[in-house]
Structures are given as C-alpha cells and as structure tokens.
C-alpha cells in the first residue's frame, strides 16, 4: 500500500491520470487568478515524467502522450487551450484502470520477477481506484482478504486475480447506513431530514448483521441517539458512503455551530454500512488522522529530545531564532488537535514559512522554500529508507532481532541490519538474513529494492537524485494547494496525502535544525544552520559520484561513511 519513498509519496497520491486532472484544474485556478504561466511549468514536467515511466502504457501510447504534452507545454498561456490538450491526451490513453489491470496481470503471469514495474502498477491502481470511488481503505482490505491470506496457497494467479478486480467495478450499489451520535441532535431533526438522515432511538434491523454488528448498536449510551440514513446512498465503495456519512453530519454541525457556537454534537468513529441487494453489513471505522500517519516510522528518541529542549533553552541559536522556532512548534500542535485537514495543512505551512528566512523579491516563494527544506529531506533519506526497512522486518519477525544479535558484527541492532543488507563482504550473514525473511516475500522484496538502490555510492546519488526532484514537485503542489485552500476554500482529493507528507518535511527540518545547533561551537541563526546543510547536500550529491570505487559495491569499510555521510551532524550513531 506504501510506494518505496517515505517523504515524496508515503502514500501515493497520483498517477499519469490523476496528473492530469491536477494540471487540468490548476491551469484554470491559475487563469482565473492572474497566476503566471511558469507557476504551471513544475507540473507539466512532472506529468511527463510520469508518462515515461508508467508500465500501464506502451510505447506507441507513451509517444501520443508526449506529443500531447509538447502542445500543452506552448500553450501554457491559455487555460482553455491547455484543457482541451490534457482532454485529448486523457482520450489517448483510454480505459487507464483497465489498462492498469491487464498489465498487472500480464507482469505477474508471463514476467514475475519484474517486480519494479509491478510496484509502480500497484500504486497506478490504488490511486486509479481511488479516483472512481474506491477509497485506499477499501483497497486495503479487499487486497488483505482475497490477495494476502492467498499468497503461500497453491492458487491459480490469474483467477485470484479476477476475483481481486471484481471488487472494484464501476456500477455503484445503494447502501444504508447508522452512526451513533451524541449531544442535543433532537433538536435538529427537521435540518437532519434535509441531509436524507433521521435521529432515532430505533435500532436499525438489517438482514445479514452479525454478532460484532449489534454489539456495536448496543454500545448507544443513555443521551445518545442513532443517526441513520432513511434513503439508500449510491457509492462504488461501503468505505466511501462512510466518508459520505461523516462528510454530511460535518456538515449539519457547521450549520448548527454558527448559531451556536459552544453547542458540543460528537459522531462516533465507527458506523454500519449495509448493502442493500447483497444484503451485507459492514463495520467500517473512521480513515486514520493524516497527522498521525507514519509518525512512529521516524520516532524520536530521548536524545533527540534532549537536544530540542536544550536548543529552546539553552544559547545554541540566536534569540530570534529560537522565537522562531517556538513558532514552528506552536503551530506543529495547532495542526495536530486540529480535525480537519485543511487547517492541519494551513497551520504546518505557517509554521515552516516561520521558521524558514523571507525570501527576497527577486525569487519565487514556493522556489526559496523548496531550496531551504530538501537538504535536510535529501541527507537524512537513506537513515529513513533503512529505518524504515529495519522497523518493518522486526514487526513482521522478531526473531529477526535474535540473528542479529549472533553476527556479532559491533554496533547497534539498526547498524548491524544495514550493513547485512548493504555490505558485498558479508555474504554469509546475508544468506541467513534470507532465509528467515523468506517466507515473507514481500518484505524480502523490500530489503532487495532497499539494498538495490543503496548497493554502490553512484547507486546512493542517483537515488537522493531522483528522491529531491519528486520531493520538489510536491512541494510546489503542497504551496498550489495550501493556496487554493486560502483563495478558494477548496483543496484536490489526495490533501491528506499532503498532509501526512507536509508533516514530516517540517519535523525533519526541525530536527535537522536542533542537531546542527546542538554541534555547532558558537551561537548561530536558523539562516547558518540551513547553509550547513545546503553545503553538505551539494557535497555529497557532486562527490557520491566520483572516485574508482564509486560504481564498486559497498563493504563494511566504507559502507557507513557512504551511506550516511558519518562526518555529518545528521548522521546517525553506530552505536
């Protein structure tokens, strides 16, 4: 469900077609605001570059697109123009979730072990669903239960995977629904009844529900009232009408709190979803906050604390520096208690153009903040990919922790795992490795895509490459989004993808920050800490890439000093 990065797209948030859409609606935005014509130029590129890339298409269509993209590139001046190519090019790639799942089973039946192009197709799919009306949780759990419990079972792949892809037909069905609210709802009957909801204290009676179902009905406390649907809601997705029950009592309670401001109204985080002609009930649980997703991959530890506190209060920074910082922090909990995420994504970005200088007139804003914020995403990239890799097999298999443990190779667990999976001089320890992730295939494809793009100094530059431009293009769609929520107070769909990815750039930079504070030996500005950084992202960028050893595979001399830059201050303790 995750793409390979954690900071350009932890979730995946687009694909070729989805790309479309964005540029489509952003040219118009743009046009209707006077927005010049380069603030488009970012997005085009991207697009093209999604195009070249995409497995879904072939290279006759991969062609037609860039010609499609070369008229929109000449045309970027006129919105209406720039339409109708995005519209033509939307036609020549045709039926792109079918062509998706032709292709994912025609990579997994006649080339399996082209397991990159079958990553790519899997995230093409989870956004391509998403944008008919099948949210990732629906993915999520359709992909656990007809592909995952599958995977050790002697099955034919290609009926397996028909099943899979039945899930996700475009007829939508009719649904009912029932969430439990709490709070002087009564009142408000007659408005609920304009939104096609009813207060009740009459358990919904639905064929097909189970135990687990009239628990959850019986768990209405005194005060409390069912808040059900009194007309079948069309959905693709029993997920999605969820979304669509939240969205329409949010929007009740809007109503309400403008006449009454302290009026407390709550709806429960879970709710019953049944489906009326399969006569099926589902319980279906609120989506995960977006400023709590992935927050424990980069947990911080009592160090990193340690230091925070001291460069708040201590004179590692100058005076209005650490006020800035402050700042930053103020607003980091103003969008963690906020509930929507338009807030969430506003105050984050208030809190980053805080701390960050003021950029000077000549350059463009979203430009200078992209400049101050990748050095510190690009150096610590790798210690994420590992971290994260590292985290994952010990979840999935703590005996894992036991292994490492007999290497006996000196330093911490963490330290031990990396070099295993990166080292060419350590191919015993890696055998073993294997055999005992083995039986989970999808993790042991992970440690081989993570050793795969770390394996040489050159392979380590040319990922922190490519990781820094698609972590520049999104932010500028982060800073095109935190704007038309400010101008027009309306956001695209994947906003909680940005959310969750705005949320660690700004926690990875404050930490960057702090470190380089806790390190230096005179007392220095936000400004000086951001230089350091800016010079040692140059640095490793323009030297990964030279030398006679640099296409040579990594081995435990020289394995961590390459990896991590050990001469750093961001880079982590071998111990």
Avoid at 67 to 85: C, Q, Y
Avoid at 314 to 337: D, F, K, M, P, Q
């Amino acid at each position: 469900m995750h793409e390979f990065t954690d900071d350009s797209y932890k979730a995946p948030a687009l694909n070729t077609f989805s790309r479309t859409l964005e540029l489509q609606t952003l040219a118009q935005v743009n046009h209707r605001a006077g927005i010049g014509q380069d603030a488009l130029k970012p997005f085009v590129e991207e697009l093209e570059w999604s195009v070249a890339r995409d497995p879904a298409l072939d290279s006759e269509k991969k062609e037609l697109c860039k010609t499609h993209i070369k008229s929109i590139r000449g045309e970027l001046a006129a919105a209406d123009r720039v339409s109708k190519n995005i519209a033509g090019l939307r036609i020549s790639l045709g039926d792109y979730f079918d062509l998706i799942k032709k292709q994912i089973l025609e990579t997994v039946q006649n080339r399996p072990k082209n397991k990159d192009d079958l990553i790519k197709l899997a995230s093409d799919f989870i956004v391509q669903a998403e944008t008919i009306g099948f949210p990732r949780r629906h993915t999520f759990h359709t992909a656990r239960n007809l592909l995952l419990s599958k995977l050790n079972d002697q099955v034919a792949v290609g009926e397996l995977l028909s099943k899979f892809f039945q899930e996700f037909e475009r007829k939508k069905r009719g649904y009912l629904c029932a969430f439990i609210v709490s709070g002087d709802v009564p009142r408000f009957s007659e408005l609920i009844e304009g939104y096609g909801f009813e207060i009740s204290n009459i358990e919904p009676n639905w064929e097909g529900m189970t135990r687990q179902h009239r628990e959850f009905l019986k768990s209405k406390k005194e005060g409390e009232r069912y808040f059900a649907s009194t007309k079948e809601i069309e959905s693709h997705s029993p997920a999605f009408v969820h979304e669509i029950g939240v969205r329409r009592f949010d929007s009740i309670l809007g109503i309400i709190r403008y006449f009454d401001h302290r009026l407390e109204l709550n709806i429960s985080g879970r709710a019953l979803i049944h489906d009326v002609e399969a006569k099926k009930t589902y319980m279906i649980k609120n989506p995960p906050d977006p400023m709590h997703c992935g927050a424990n991959k980069d947990a911080w530890s009592e160090e990193d604390v340690s230091d925070l506190v001291e460069v708040l209060h201590g004179v590692h920074l100058t005076t209005e520096s650490t006020h800035r910082l402050n700042n930053a922090i103020h607003y980091h909990r103003a969008a963690l208690v906020s509930n929507a995420p338009e807030n969430q994504l506003v105050d984050l970005w208030a809190g980053l153009e805080g701390l960050l200088p003021q950029p000077k007139r000549e350059r463009s804003r979203v430009e200078f903040y992209a400049e101050s914020i990748l050095p510190a995403l690009t150096l610590t990239y790798p210690e994420k990919m590992l971290r994260s890799a590292y985290d994952d097999a010990i979840k999935c298999i703590p005996q894992i922790s036991e292994l490492l443990n007999g290497f006996q190779l000196g330093g911490s667990h963490f330290s031990v795992f990396s070099s295993v999976i990166l080292c060419s001089d350590l191919e015993r320890e890696k055998l073993d490795l294997i055999e005992v992730v083995k039986k989970n295939p999808l993790l042991l494809n992970r440690l081989w895509r993570t050793s795969k793009k770390l394996s040489t100094k050159m392979a380590i530059r040319d990922t922190l490459r490519e990781h820094r431009s698609k972590v520049k293009w999104h932010i500028e769609r982060i800073y095109a989004t935190r704007n038309s929520i400010m101008h027009s107070a309306s956001a695209l769909p994947y906003l909680h993808s940005l959310v969750e990815n705005l949320h660690i750039y700004v926690d990875t930079l404050i930490r960057a920050i702090s470190k380089v504070a806790i390190i230096s030996t005179e007392r220095i500005s936000i400004e000086g800490a951001l230089q350091y950084l800016s010079s040692w992202e140059a640095y490793r960028l323009d030297s990964l890439g030279k030398g006679v050893d640099a296409s040579e595979a990594l081995t435990t001399e020289n394995f961590w000093s390459a990896v991590f830059a050990s001469e750093m201050a961001l880079a982590p303790r071998k111990d």
